[in-house]
């Protein structure tokens, strides 16, 4: 696999990360159970996109220093195009969450704890399919076609059934987590199992909190299947896949908290998503055929996810003016 990381860049992010992941487990109370307000979210959500700046600019700095202005300039336009990917089909995850969290009832201090597992989760996950990933796509550069086409589907999939609500009841799942374990009534604090008395001794529950976790942790790995072939569409270099995901997914608690008591104000965004899918997959079929540059990538998803926002923003607007007018 072909790489501009080394071992000190290697080294040098890992260590980024488990830092941060520490001030943020230990210093301010990541795992502990309480309610986390919108000016938290807001100030953590500013935090990680900072810290996701400052590793670009490190990057850019560095290569520049080593390798060259161009390759400098280049890479550091992959890492930042792939985290605004990977940022803009996070907010499709969050709208799962919230379901997620409402289907279960889940208190929203109880949350954190939930996702603090399920970021966690999904780092360990996409590191290890951006390698596997990026390794196959040396030995057999075709599945880059797969892959475009997978993204093209799946973004057609996203337009159609954008409108439609998924009946959690019915998720197989949760059909079968519920047929193997049994499942307590109700939440016991941030335990995700405990031992309650039934017929005369005491049995191993899951709480449902466990069954959230689970469905969290099951949700990433579906949505990491969109995200990571959409970033090879931009770069194949598992240094620049890696880090751009990952410090998308850091941020991704904050945003769930910052935006979830705003979803329905985002009514459109998931159009936008699909749009960004279908440009992706599209830009995968093409590569050999008509090369569409990295800037121009950058600049239409950045649009089409901008439009959606705002489009989004004018639709409630004229939702909120028709209920204050009142029926003739």
């Known amino acids: 696999m072909e790489t501009i990381g080394n071992v000190w860049m290697w080294t040098g992010f890992f260590g980024v990360v ?5 001030v943020d487990l230990f210093v301010v109370g990541g795992g502990k159970s309480h309610r986390v307000s919108v000016r938290e979210a807001a100030l953590w959500s500013v935090v990680w996109i900072g810290v996701a700046a400052a590793f670009g600019a490190a990057l850019w700095t560095y290569l520049d220093a080593n390798l060259g202005r161009a390759i400098a300039n280049q890479k550091t336009l992959e890492y930042f195009t792939g985290y605004l990917i990977e940022k803009a089909l996070a907010v499709d995850n969050v709208f799962v969450w919230l379901m997620l969290f409402s289907f279960f009832a889940v208190p929203r201090e109880l949350q954190k704890r939930v996702l603090v ?35 093209l589907v799946t973004g057609v999939k996203m337009w159609w059934f954008a409108d439609r609500e998924t009946d ?16 307590s009534d109700g ?19 899951a709480t449902p909190l466990f069954l959230a976790l689970v469905l969290v942790e099951f949700s990433d790995i579906i949505f990491a299947v969109d995200s990571i072939p959409a970033i090879f569409a931009i770069t194949t270099d598992p240094f620049i896949v890696l880090t751009s995901n990952v410090f998308a997914i850091l941020g991704l608690r904050a945003m769930y908290f910052l935006l979830a008591d705003m979803a329905e104000r ?10 960004v899918l279908i440009f992706i997959g599209g830009k ?6 008509f090369h569409i540059p990295v800037a121009v990538s950058l600049a239409v998803v950045a ?21 204050a007018d009142g029926p003739d």
Do not use: C
């Open 18 to 22: 488990l830092v941060m992941l520490a």
């Open 303 to 323: 649009v089409l996810i901008a439009g959606a926002v705002v489009l989004s923003l004018r639709k409630e607007a004229r939702e909120r003016a028709v209920l």
């Open 284 to 289: 995968m079929l093409l590569m050999d055929v």
């Open 117 to 151: 597992y399920g970021v966690l989760g999904a780092i360990v996950l996409r590191t290890a399919m951006i390698f596997a990933g990026a390794w196959l796509i040396t030995q057999f550069h075709w599945l880059l076609y797969v892959f475009g086409l997978f993204l």
């Open 266 to 275: 985002f009514s459109l965004l998931k159009y936008g998503l699909a749009l």
């Open 187 to 205: 939440f016991h604090g941030e335990r995700f199992f405990v031992r309650l008395p039934a017929a005369g001794r005491t049995l191993l529950y």
């Open 168 to 183: 959690l009841a019915e998720n197989p799942v949760l059909g079968w987590l519920r047929r193997h374990l049994r499942v």
